[in-house]
């Protein structure tokens, strides 16, 4: 069993940057990825980014590319998202999930944080 636990969302102005952070406890599996998505109301959750935990392989949704980075802190068991260049359309709960390597599906999320971006 794994428990995710998201922080760092909050209110941001157009163009500012926020860090978001999710802090896996329980065990954490060689095989796992840890990664970010989001979701609107009355939209489906959309995958923003992922990090595999055990080499550090990186994937970003071709949204965020070039604005956001992933990073996780293996003593920590802490992932983490770096959101640059906000914009208001990018608004929404970001959720932190882990799945295992090679399969398709989450195995946990995390509760959501909710991230707002002003114009």
């Known amino acids: 069993q794994v428990q995710l636990v998201e922080s760092g969302g909050g209110l941001v102005q157009a163009g500012g940057s926020l860090r978001l952070s999710c802090a896996a406890s329980?065990?954490?599996?060689?095989?796992?990825?840890m990664g970010w998505f989001r979701q609107v109301p009355g939209k489906e959750r959309e995958f923003v980014a992922h990090?595999?935990?055990?080499?550090?392989?990186?994937k970003y949704a071709d949204s965020v590319k070039g604005v956001f980075t992933i990073s996780r802190d293996i003593a920590k068991n802490t992932v983490f998202l770096q959101m640059g260049s906000l914009e208001p359309e990018e608004a929404a709960v970001y959720y932190c999930?882990?799945?295992?390597?090679?399969?398709?599906?989450?195995?946990?999320w995390g509760q959501g944080t909710q991230v707002t971006v002003s114009s």
């Open positions: 999930a882990v799945r295992t390597i090679n399969r398709a599906s989450v195995d946990y």
């Open positions: 329980g065990r954490i599996s060689s095989t796992y990825v």
């Open positions: 990090i595999i935990w055990n080499g550090g392989n990186i």
